[in-house]
């Protein structure tokens, strides 16, 4: 049955429009897992609440601007891994008329996908960077321009899913008809939901053996959690697919051409009629469980027109509380126009988002953005670039316009910049053009800024909310093989501007460059880039877990610094406590100090002294996690107190209670998904429960199985070669972080050990 849910949506009483007097307050939590977060929960909030303002910001439009939202969408495709999204992203640019042939991911013909650049996406057969590109679609006698983002389907490289859906305001989530909701599938619907994005999902892979589009259906309201229903049904299956069927308005769909150009329409198939009328039926019942129209007609025991179920479609699907499903082959160019069409039937477009920016000017009280030509330009930054021109930046405009020749201005630095050069990009191709208008996504060269920076046009001061950057997990040390060592900084410097989650440190201690990531094949993909594009040859290390350190009780500090050394000395005395900050992976350093007893000058060099501290923790000198210091009393000499005193004195105090606060090492925690023929499964039982990995899901399917465990990064190296042994090399994986959990005991003396040795060696 189903469940009525009502939301009356009050009306604002104040004669000012309240989307622009009275800002809406949303707010968010940190989980456990420790990851950078820079304002991405600031993001999350009710659609009821997105409605209200949108209606009345809606009546502030011209109608320039109307006509050109209506005709617009931004949207993404994701996936999981192989699941055909790339392939699928081809055929929605042949059957737009974007590109003239279709070809093949892992460049079999030669060429390759358009969207996959880079030559080490043709050779792995996999998409490493998000790759923009725009087209336009026809329905109805009417022209739709579609930004369109394809993103890579591996958990290495999520930055590149978080910054395309951080600008989208839709997405196209392409699902295994075969393997149904995998791991990544579960990853990216996180990261949809964490933007706020509607999404329409396409079951690929209809014409496999296996096939199970209403398996695959069931996977997604019951392991996503969203309630999703069928549009289509297919006619034939596996090898014998021929089409599908619309069951909304009842019509077969087939496609005729070499490369299956022309959809053709038929008559429902007489042995279909009842899959049909059966799979119409919970489409209505699923609608009227989330949209009031359809629940008030369900409850009349009515049918809903074609025309309301359309309706309540759209309205439930920008809600993102329904997720409308279509299937097909893009492989056997099965079905791919249906879903534009779908796209533009039930996606958003950029007037009907919400999207929101903190004014700097006053105390970062949120705003609502206007997406109106006549709004002064606000645009964000959300992807930087090597090209042979210089530093190319992507831009989504959110108001106003960006013109070529303008200027901006950078809000977090403050300095204002010309726009020499403005593009479209297809690709790794780009189509100059002299502006852009609110909702559109363009690029330009020659602006120094960095990845979720916010760019106006001088007269706001408004910032928007960046992107989510999960936390490096993996390290290893790097050496060029040659001298050449401005080439290996300029990569390295290169490779950190344009990807957050790639992080470069030098180790004074062991005199080496190391560098860290999402995985091995993260850092396996940089170390190759190095080569290619910088002819530097490297030697890398062995792989490193990247710890962290944190403490279980508060621990109180009384610690004074004093050097002599003839002539002006040190001293500087700090009192306090230091304390494990609840359900937070930041670290947070406060001052209480009474009558002025400690300088503000020399409190800005403890402030110094504690994040210095933290970055290299007292075990073994990995980063401080969860760790609050209070700093509540002091003292100073007259003469011999200076910032490098109280800096000094903050650091020692912070060692001194940290160790006697019981500190613990942290390890990553991964999720580990195994997916294999059945008759392997006991075999991978026996490997995870080797590593100690707690299972978490077990799903059997006709042919192969799938489990879910939870496991330490630190048993996992070699795991792809222990894998391919145990099932005769039939077996698939995927890591991804999950949190981090303390170490056994044995394994923090261990490492404690390995550290203190380390050190009295450099002695």
């Excluded at 959690?225 to 019509?251: F, H, M, W, Y």
């Excluded at 049909?276 to 129209?293: G, K």
């Amino acid at each position: 049955m189903f469940m009525l849910r009502r939301t009356a949506l009050g009306a604002s009483n104040t004669s000012r429009p309240f989307w622009r007097s009275k800002p809406l307050q949303f707010g968010g939590k940190h989980g456990f897992a420790a990851h950078r977060q820079i304002h991405a929960s600031s993001i999350l909030r009710t659609y009821e609440e997105e409605k209200a303002v949108l209606d009345e910001m809606a009546v502030t439009l011209t109608d320039e601007d109307r006509a050109t939202s209506r005709g617009l969408r931004n949207i993404g495709i994701s996936a999981h891994i192989d699941s055909g999204k790339t392939t699928f992203t081809e055929r929605v640019l042949f059957y737009t008329g974007r590109i003239k042939a279709i070809h093949e991911v892992r460049g079999r013909d030669n060429v390759g996908a358009k969207m996959d650049s880079m030559d080490l996406e043709r050779e792995k057969g996999i998409t490493i960077q998000s790759a923009a590109t725009y087209c336009s679609w026809d329905k109805d006698g009417q022209q739709y321009r579609f930004n369109l983002i394809d993103t890579p389907g591996h958990i290495d490289f999520t930055i590149e899913v978080e910054r395309a859906l951080r600008v989208l305001d839709g997405a196209v989530l392409v699902v295994c008809a075969v393997s149904g909701v995998q791991s990544q599938t579960v990853t990216v619907d996180r990261q949809m939901r964490r933007y706020n994005v509607p999404r329409v999902t396409f079951i690929n892979k209809m014409d496999r053996m296996g096939a199970n589009p209403f398996k695959a259906i069931e996977q997604i309201n019951k392991k996503l959690k969203t309630p999703a229903a069928a549009l289509q049904v297919p006619i034939g299956s596996e090898s014998d697919l021929k089409g599908v069927v619309n069951i909304i308005d009842r019509v077969a769909l087939y496609n005729e051409g070499v490369k299956g150009q022309q959809i053709v329409t038929g008559p429902v198939p007489l042995e279909l009629n009842e899959l049909v009328e059966e799979r119409r039926a919970m489409l209505i019942e699923t609608l009227a469980d989330v949209d009031d129209e359809i629940a008030e007609i369900f409850l009349e025991e009515q049918t809903p027109s074609v025309e309301q179920i359309k309706a309540a479609i759209r309205r439930a699907t920008i809600a993102r509380k329904f997720t409308p499903v279509l299937m097909g082959s893009a492989l056997a160019n099965r079905s791919v126009q249906p879903v534009l069409d779908a796209i533009v039937d039930y996606l958003p477009n950029p007037s009907e988002v919400l999207n929101t920016a903190l004014d700097v000017s006053n105390n970062e009280s949120k705003v609502n953005l206007v997406p109106s030509v006549k709004e002064p330009f606000v645009g964000l930054a959300f992807k930087l670039e090597e090209g042979k021109y210089g530093q190319l930046t992507y831009i989504r405009v959110y108001q106003g316009r960006l013109k070529k020749g303008g200027y901006i201005t950078n809000v977090k630095t403050g300095k204002k910049v010309k726009v020499s050069r403005l593009v479209r990009m297809h690709s790794n191709d780009m189509e100059d053009v002299d502006e852009v208008g609110s909702g559109e996504i363009c690029a330009t060269f020659g602006i120094d800024c960095a990845s979720g920076d916010t760019f106006t046009d001088g007269t706001l001061n408004f910032s928007m909310s960046s992107m989510y950057v999960p936390d490096a997990v993996i390290s290893l040390s790097i050496t060029p093989t040659t001298r050449d060592s401005t080439n290996f900084s300029k990569a390295l410097n290169r490779f950190q501007k344009e990807d957050p989650t790639f992080r470069v440190r030098f180790d004074a201690e062991s005199k080496e460059t190391v560098i860290s990531g999402m995985g091995e094949l993260h850092l396996e993909i940089y170390v190759e880039r190095m080569k290619r594009e910088y002819n530097v040859d490297c030697v890398t290390g062995k792989p490193q877990v990247s710890y962290r350190e944190s403490i279980t009780i508060p621990a109180e500090f009384d610690y004074t610094h004093k050097k002599q050394s003839g002539g002006a000395g040190q001293y500087g005395r700090v009192m306090g406590s230091l304390s494990p900050l609840e359900g937070s992976n930041g670290n947070k350093f406060e001052t209480a100090i009474v009558g002025g007893r400690i300088p503000d000058k020399y409190l800005a060099a403890c402030g110094k002294g504690f994040e210095e501290a933290c970055e290299k923790g007292p075990l073994i000198g990995h980063r401080v996690l969860s760790a609050h210091m209070l700093i509540n009393d002091g003292a100073i000499h007259a003469v011999d107190s200076n910032e490098l005193a109280f800096k000094t004195a903050t650091m020692a105090a912070f060692k001194q209670a940290f160790l006697e606060a019981k500190p613990v090492i942290l390890e990553p925690v991964m999720t580990v998904t195994v997916t294999a023929p059945n008759e392997f499964q006991g075999n991978v039982i026996s490997l995870l429960n080797k590593l100690q990995a707690v299972i978490q899901d077990t799903e059997n399917g006709q042919d192969e199985f799938t489990i879910g465990a939870e496991c330490s990064l630190n048993t996992l190296f070699g795991f792809a070669t222990s894998l391919r042994s145990s099932t005769q090399g039939k077996g698939e994986f995927s890591l991804e972080f999950k949190h981090y959990s303390p170490t056994s005991p044995h394994l923090q003396k261990q490492l404690i050990a390995e550290f203190e040795k380390k050190q009295q060696q450099k002695k």
